[in-house]
């Protein structure tokens, strides 16, 4: 079984400034995909960033970037220069295992961005 | 970009009776999910495909059965609903060629049960 643990379930920041959001997850595979969904009010399920287990480099995608921590089982997002557009649910998902690579999800953190 | 397409986006039904759920994925993508998220909950996995075989199953109930067609598209076939079906049902699709294993929602079907 596969476990994703996110143990902030609410977070704010300023705008403009820097918040980490945090995940670790278990996996007894060792192929494994990890992601950030991020969950506006509309409730569209809209890809942040992935990271495959095997790459050692740290995903980014503009203003958002990982920081993956293989041995410890960590996947936290880190969201730069925050705008009032990111303020939302954000997922932190596993995929794994032998052909089917369903998503075991956190239970997510609500981010608000104060202006 | 072609994003997923769910239809019907809301539906309304009373107890006992039967939905269908319907799911076109991205064009070229081979992989079928379909989730279900309940009120302040995390996504749960009911079912995939893959090249319109059944390839995993999870928390799905007996009541719910699920195809995917020569076209890709999938069904979710819910039937005697019950209160507790009310939620948002996610299809997801995604590709075993690179950047494969990234799977892209759609906008999802918000059933509501009476």
């Known amino acids: 079984a596969q476990t994703v643990t996110q143990s902030q379930p609410e977070m704010s920041v300023q705008e403009a400034e820097t918040v980490t959001l945090s995940c670790t997850y278990d996996?007894?595979?060792?192929?494994?995909?990890l992601f950030w969904y991020k969950q506006p009010p509309s409730r569209q399920m809209i890809l942040v960033i992935r990271?495959?287990?095997?790459?050692?480099q740290n995903a980014t995608e503009n203003r958002f970037s990982v920081n993956f921590q293989k041995a410890a089982k960590s996947f936290s997002l880190k969201i730069s220069d925050s705008q009032l557009g990111d303020a939302a649910m954000y997922f932190c998902?596993?995929?794994?295992?032998?052909?089917?690579?369903?998503?075991?999800f956190g239970k997510g953190t609500k981010l608000s961005v104060i202006p | 970009a072609a994003g997923v397409i769910q239809s019907p986006r809301h539906l309304i039904k009373e107890k006992r009776e039967t939905a269908t759920l319907k799911c076109y994925p991205i064009?070229?993508?081979?992989?079928v999910y379909w989730y279900q998220q309940g009120p302040g909950q995390d996504p749960q996995f009911l079912i995939s495909?893959?090249?319109?075989?059944?390839?995993d199953k999870g928390s799905i109930p007996d009541r719910f059965s699920a195809q995917q067609f020569s076209d890709y598209h999938s069904e979710l076939n819910m039937s005697s609903l019950e209160l507790g079906d009310s939620a948002l049902y996610f299809c997801?699709?995604?590709?075993?060629?690179?950047?494969?294993?990234?799977?892209?929602f759609g906008p999802g079907t918000r059933l509501l049960v009476l």
């Open positions: 495909f893959y090249e319109k075989m059944q390839s």
């Open positions: 998902a596993l995929g794994s295992g032998a052909g089917s690579y369903q998503l075991t």
């Open positions: 064009p070229r993508h081979d992989t």
């Open positions: 997801a699709s995604s590709s075993r060629a690179p950047p494969e294993e990234t799977q892209y």
């Open positions: 990271q495959e287990a095997y790459k050692q």
């Open positions: 996996t007894s595979e060792s192929d494994y995909y």
